[in-house]
């Protein structure tokens, strides 16, 4: 079995709980090195950790010959940058989502990937957990007939960070760091789990306003798009709205009943028939990342397929850019 050792560029909060502790919970894989542009930071994770090595410098992270895989744990403006640095260099690339700020970086990516031959996995998490898993059996085994509409409804009250000093507010907000705003970080979850449900949306438009005033990027947005399939669907997102507005729900309407769930904090799957009503709880893993990552390492050592690659996670960033008018 090949041995993977994973070297990180970032030690982020993602990285404390949601992935980290996760690559060393899988036979056959462990960190041996971590990277951060601040010091104290690559320090501090390293001793915490138990891990031998920390640097500040990308390029050394990559060209340690203890490291044969790279996890890029950074804010997506520099995701491009790093995963095409890790593959030039031979090393297999776990990225966090989204792949990147914008879906020309995508591309980018996608291109190295290729005339490299060496694969670039995307933290799309959701796809393999249990909660979401029990979602697609129950739409793909007809439990509620043909599938006629999709429904997103996101709302939220402002974050206490939100109303900071511009020069102040969290990299989320910065739309040349992030991409977009909340948007742009949260909407990949739930636009690559209905990618995988119903296949890739081939259109998609929107209408984006900046509806609260606390920053620049847009906090209030309504779109509609369409898979491939032909299945029409319509989303709304309000970074700014009033406590009582808050909600999380996805709905997906059949012709012979309806299942809605949430994405981010999994209240008990509702699915309603003809047959009567049924709320499903479902658990996750203390790791959420932890079924994907082993999906990943498996990949890697040759002993099983991991479909959330780059170019699986590509439709993401371009129905993103396509409602928010980039193009």
Same mark, same amino acid.
């Given at each position: 079995?090949?041995?993977?050792?994973?070297?990180?560029?970032?030690?982020?909060?993602?990285?404390?709980?949601?992935?980290?502790?996760?690559?060393?919970?899988?036979?056959?894989?462990?960190? /041996?090195?971590?990277?951060?542009?601040?010091?104290?930071?690559?320090?501090?994770?390293?001793?915490?950790?138990?891990?031998?090595?920390?640097?500040?410098?990308?390029?050394?992270?990559?060209?340690?010959?203890?490291?044969?895989?790279?996890?890029?744990?950074?804010?997506?403006?520099?995701?491009?940058?790093?995963?095409?640095?890790?593959?030039?260099?031979?090393?297999?690339?776990? /990225?966090?989502?989204?792949?990147?700020?914008?879906?020309?970086?995508?591309?980018?990516?996608?291109?190295?990937?290729?005339?490299?031959? /060496?694969?670039?996995?995307?933290?799309?998490?959701?796809?393999?957990?249990?909660?979401?898993?029990?979602?697609?059996?129950?739409?793909?085994?007809? /439990?509620?007939?043909?599938?006629?509409?999709?429904?997103?409804?996101?709302?939220?009250?402002?974050?206490?960070?939100?109303?900071?000093?511009?020069?102040?507010?969290?990299?989320?907000?910065?739309?040349?760091?992030?991409?977009?705003?909340?948007?742009?970080?949260?909407?990949?979850?739930?636009?690559?789990?209905?990618?995988?449900?119903?296949?890739?949306?081939?259109?998609?438009?929107?209408?984006?306003?900046?509806?609260?005033?606390?920053?620049?990027?847009?906090?209030?947005?309504?779109?509609?798009?369409?898979?491939?399939?032909?299945?029409?669907?319509?989303?709304?997102?309000?970074?700014?709205?009033?406590?009582?507005?808050?909600?999380?729900?996805?709905?997906?309407?059949?012709?012979?009943?309806?299942?809605?769930?949430?994405?981010?904090?999994?209240?008990?799957?509702?699915?309603?028939?003809?047959?009567?009503?049924?709320?499903?709880?479902?658990?996750?893993?203390?790791?959420?990342?932890?079924?994907?990552?082993?999906?990943?390492?498996?990949?890697?050592?040759?002993?099983?397929?991991?479909?959330?690659?780059?170019?699986?996670?590509?439709?993401?960033?371009?129905?993103?850019?396509?409602?928010?008018?980039?193009?």
């Amino acid at each position: 079995m090949k041995y993977i050792r994973w070297g990180f560029i970032g030690c982020g909060e993602v990285t404390e709980k949601k992935s980290g502790p996760a690559f060393g919970d899988v036979e056959g894989s462990s960190v /041996v090195a971590v990277m951060s542009r601040t010091e104290q930071r690559a320090r501090s994770y390293a001793e915490r950790h138990h891990i031998r090595k920390w640097y500040v410098d990308a390029q050394q992270i990559i060209d340690d010959p203890d490291v044969n895989a790279i996890y890029v744990a950074t804010p997506p403006s520099s995701h491009a940058t790093y995963a095409i640095m890790a593959m030039k260099a031979g090393k297999p690339v776990y /990225v966090e989502k989204p792949l990147a700020a914008s879906y020309e970086d995508c591309a980018r990516i996608n291109r190295v990937s290729e005339q490299t031959g /060496v694969p670039c996995f995307v933290a799309y998490y959701r796809r393999y957990l249990p909660y979401f898993q029990r979602v697609k059996d129950i739409v793909k085994n007809g /439990v509620i007939g043909k599938i006629i509409n999709v429904q997103v409804r996101f709302a939220c009250p402002p974050r206490n960070l939100d109303y900071t000093h511009p020069e102040q507010l969290p990299w989320r907000l910065q739309p040349e760091i992030s991409g977009g705003g909340y948007f742009y970080d949260l909407a990949p979850h739930q636009l690559d789990l209905l990618q995988d449900f119903f296949g890739v949306i081939i259109d998609a438009k929107g209408i984006c306003a900046n509806r609260g005033g606390l920053y620049s990027a847009e906090d209030t947005l309504s779109a509609c798009f369409k898979f491939e399939n032909g299945l029409p669907g319509s989303g709304s997102w309000c970074f700014v709205g009033h406590e009582s507005a808050r909600e999380d729900c996805i709905e997906v309407i059949g012709d012979k009943g309806i299942v809605s769930f949430s994405v981010f904090d999994y209240q008990p799957i509702q699915l309603v028939t003809s047959e009567g009503a049924t709320s499903i709880s479902v658990p996750n893993p203390p790791y959420v990342q932890l079924p994907i990552i082993q999906s990943v390492i498996h990949h890697l050592q040759g002993l099983g397929l991991c479909t959330c690659t780059s170019v699986s996670a590509t439709p993401v960033n371009w129905v993103l850019d396509r409602i928010l008018g980039k193009f």
